[in-house]
């Protein structure tokens, strides 16, 4: 097969989910070209807000490519949402059971059915101050290292003004817009046909990432940071300050800060 038909699970949620998406959101969408109209291929997007999935898939319904997106276990078990992903052909994520490896199995299958397989591949909502991409895991890069597939970097921007990042109060007016970029295959070339290991995955994750950020970039006008957020990096750093405040914390007053001891001595000198 060299595509996958629609099939009437996906129109069915369309005829649903594409009106309000009409009425709340003006749409400025580039790159439809770069969508390749046979094959198997993977997009990757980035992610800012809680319905950015569903603006996104807005614009891939509309270039005849549905995707297949990679999602949490549990909305499968969720009544009509569950027939829903199940009816569209989503490919469950198990997270921390025996089944974890069964998404990236499907994910591989499906490409080389012709099919397109969407990936987030910062794995949940940025957590960058200014919303732009964090570092990304390498799922993706798996998968196209495994089929040589196309990666089609994507970058989108004006759902997360519509419903910012962590928010459940939705910002109606003046009627947001969303922005799609999409661009060329991304050129993993120099990856193949080499020992996949985790340094060879994270390069070509970094890859993958710094094409969706330039096109986020030409979107919104603007730089994004020279090193991406890295939420490890960040934890990591929050541990070692709250670790440092406890060990202050349990130093004598004199100690705590290079003026700490000038201060106790003038206080003294004052009584």
């Keep these: 097969m060299s595509r996958r038909r629609i099939g009437f ?17 003006k749409r400025d969408w580039r790159g439809m070209e770069n969508i390749p109209a046979e094959g198997g291929f993977i997009t990757v997007v980035n992610h800012n807000s809680h319905i950015d999935p569903l603006a996104y898939a807005h614009f891939q319904y509309n270039t005849g490519r549905v995707p297949r ?19 569209t052909g989503q490919i469950p994520v198990y997270r921390e059971s025996t089944d974890a490896l069964s998404a990236f199995r499907a994910a591989i299958e499906a490409v080389e059915r012709g099919e397109c397989v969407a ?9 960058d101050p200014d919303g ?37 109060r939705p910002r109606l007016l003046p009627r947001k817009t969303h922005h799609v ?30 094409a969706i950020t330039r096109l986020l970039e030409e979107i919104r006008g603007e730089k994004a940071p020279p090193v991406p957020y890295d939420p490890r990096r960040e934890r990591i750093e929050q541990r070692r300050r709250t670790e440092a405040q406890t060990r202050g914390r349990g130093m004598p007053a004199a ?9 106790v001595q003038e206080e003294g000198q004052g009584a």
Excluded: H
């Design 9 to 25: 699970w996906y129109r069915f949620a369309a005829v649903i989910c594409k009106p309000p998406l009409v009425v709340l959101l």
């Design 69 to 87: 997106f990679l999602a949490k276990s549990g909305l499968f078990k969720k009544g009509f949402i569950g027939a829903a992903m199940r009816g």
């Design 119 to 127: 990936f987030y591949p910062e794995g949940t909502l940025t957590r």
């Design 132 to 168: 732009w991409p964090m570092t990304g895991k390498t799922g993706a890069a798996r998968v196209a290292l495994q089929t040589k597939c196309p990666v089609i970097p994507i970058a989108q921007w004006g759902a997360n003004e519509l419903l910012p990042p962590y928010s459940k």
């Design 181 to 210: 970029l999409a661009g060329p295959p991304v050129d993993l070339s120099r990856f193949y046909d080499r020992e996949v290991t985790p340094e060879l995955l994270k390069e070509a994750t970094e890859t993958i990432m710094a």
């Design 255 to 263: 100690q705590r800060r290079p003026d700490a001891r000038e201060a």
